[in-house]
T-cell receptor, first 109, second 114 residues
Framework: GQQLNQSPQSMFIQEGEDVSMNCTSS?????WLWYKQDPGEGPVLLIA?????ELTSNGRLTAQFGITRKDSFLNISASIPSDVGIYFC?????????FGKGTSLLVTP | KAGVTQTPRYLIKTRGQQVTLSCSPI?????VSWYQQTPGQGLQFLFE???????NKGNFPGRFSGRQFSNSRSEMNVSTLELGDSALYLC?????????????FGPGTRLTVT
């Protein structure tokens, strides 16, 4: 599948800080999604984006579908310990999801 | 609504054996997809089924196969297991509508090949 470049690879932040991560591709996509995975579990869908320029929130999470349709951003505000996990971006194409390598988030009290 | 269920959760097999994994989608969902997750390659798409038909297949050898039943439940099979097949196998379900990509994942089956 097409390569998604997700950055940063890992983040160590303090509780209460805001977090930003992004995902880029050389290809254009019509759908971007963000998932979170906890150890030993399957990924959990956080936000789905279907329109270029779209900005969608889910509680403290906000994601944007880039206007070029080649990138997407996820922001987490006022991080808390339970935000710890691996965050994946994914693009949809041909009934399949293509995933980035993930951003590992560690939140220290 | 109950979520996606996968059985078994853990499995240990010997190289050369075959294995069958099972997935029950969210009630009402007609699309089931399978993914392989490894530390090195990340999450990779295996195949997707909708109404018992395979609509897409990832870049995996023919040893990996799947099927979907009329009640939308799905199974995947891996024959002639290799050490490199050790991975977390994830099933995801979706309504399957055209252009609709919101997939909901099960907890996965952890396969270890020795």
């Amino acid at each position: 599948g097409q390569q998604l470049n997700q950055s940063p690879q890992s983040m160590f932040i303090q509780e209460g800080e805001d977090v930003s991560m992004n995902c880029t591709s050389s290809s254009i996509f019509n759908t971007w999604l963000w998932y979170k995975q906890d150890p030993g579990e399957g990924p959990v869908l956080l936000i789905a984006l279907y329109k270029a320029g779209e900005l969608t929130s889910n509680g403290r999470l906000t994601a944007q579908f880039g206007i070029t349709r080649k990138d997407s951003f996820l922001n987490i505000s006022a991080s808390i310990p339970s935000d710890v996990g691996i965050y994946f971006c994914a693009s949809g194409s041909g009934y399949a999801l293509n995933f980035g390598k993930g951003t590992s988030l560690l939140v220290t009290p | 609504k109950a979520g996606v269920t996968q059985t078994p959760r853990y499995l240990i097999k010997t190289r050369g054996q075959q294995v069958t994994l099972s997935c029950s989608p969210i009630s009402g969902h007609r699309s089931v997809s399978w993914y392989q997750q490894t530390p090195g390659q990340g999450l990779q798409f295996l195949f997707e089924y909708f109404s018992e038909t395979q609509r897409n297949k990832g870049n995996f050898p023919g040893r990996f196969s799947g099927r979907q039943f009329s009640n939308s439940r799905s199974e995947m099979n891996v024959s002639t297991l290799e050490l490199g097949d050790s991975a977390l196998y994830l099933c995801a379900s979706s309504s399957g509508g055209e252009g609709y990509y919101e997939q909901y994942f099960g907890p996965g089956t952890r396969l270890t090949v020795t």
